[in-house]
């Protein structure tokens, strides 16, 4: 018996990084698991890798009418939502004098808007006892020169995770944010187009444990707080930075 075993559990963003290996863990552990990209073979390769379990709906979180169609694969499917990570997101380096009304309304309205109207349209399918996942970042905490679009949209949902805990506690909903550090994945390399050992190399410097982290570890702490294993935890942030805002 897995940890999430028989529950079924939707990952925004389940291609690459994080989402791919959160979606693959709470597989491996029990659960049936909705995936979401914007790519049809991009889910099928990822689907591939995770096995018998998995399911991809081609669903843009920033298009938020598109997110019907996710809910509508889950509602079919008949069983309810136990597991949500909103994990689909990104973002892009840009100085404060380069940041322009474009960078400014697509980050928002995917990791905030893409956020928000997951959660709530997920929330006529949440069994009791649902868990919510959110992906911050220490970046929230943190100042991070040319940064400050995406902090602004993690800390958008800091604070997402507070209200949200609040407002659903008594429907026994519980929601968490996970707060990776630096985790190398294709959307952290991809900051820094031919020069990705180097961005490495300077993230894992500002980490106390000396490296940046695997998809693997956050994904660890993503079951975690889907599972039971954290019954008593509601509206907390999980940082799991090597220590990077701890210390
Ligand atoms: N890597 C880090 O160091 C780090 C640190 C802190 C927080 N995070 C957060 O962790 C999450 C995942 O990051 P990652 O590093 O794993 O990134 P990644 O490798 O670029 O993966 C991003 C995932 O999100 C999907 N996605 C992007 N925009 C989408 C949209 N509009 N609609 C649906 N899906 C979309 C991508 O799918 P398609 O491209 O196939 O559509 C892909 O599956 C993000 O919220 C990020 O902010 C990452």
Sequence with gaps: MGVVQDKVALVTGGTSGIGLAAARRLADEGAYVFITGRSRAR????????????EGVVSDV??????????????????????????????EFAALPDITVEHFTSTFTTNVGGTL??????????NRGASIVLA??????NGTPSFSVYAATKAAIRSF????????????????TVVPGPIETPG???????NEQELLDEMAADVPLGRVGRPEEIAAAVLFLASDQSSFMTGAELAVDGGQIQL
């Design 62 to 91: 920033s298009d938020f009418a598109d997110i019907d169609t996710v809910v509508e694969a889950i509602r079919s499917h008949g069983r309810g939502l136990d597991v949500v990570f909103t994990n689909a997101g990104g973002g």
């Design 136 to 141: 911050g970042s220490t970046a929230a905490s």
């Design 161 to 176: 995770g507070r209200t949200w805990a609040a407002e659903l506690a008594g429907s026994g909903i519980r929601v968490n």
């Design 117 to 126: 109207f997951t959660v709530q349209k997920v929330l006529p399918l949440l």
């Design 188 to 194: 952290l390399v991809g900051l820094a187009p031919g």
């Design 43 to 54: 889910l099928d390769e990822a689907v591939a890798q995770i096995g018998s379990g998995a």
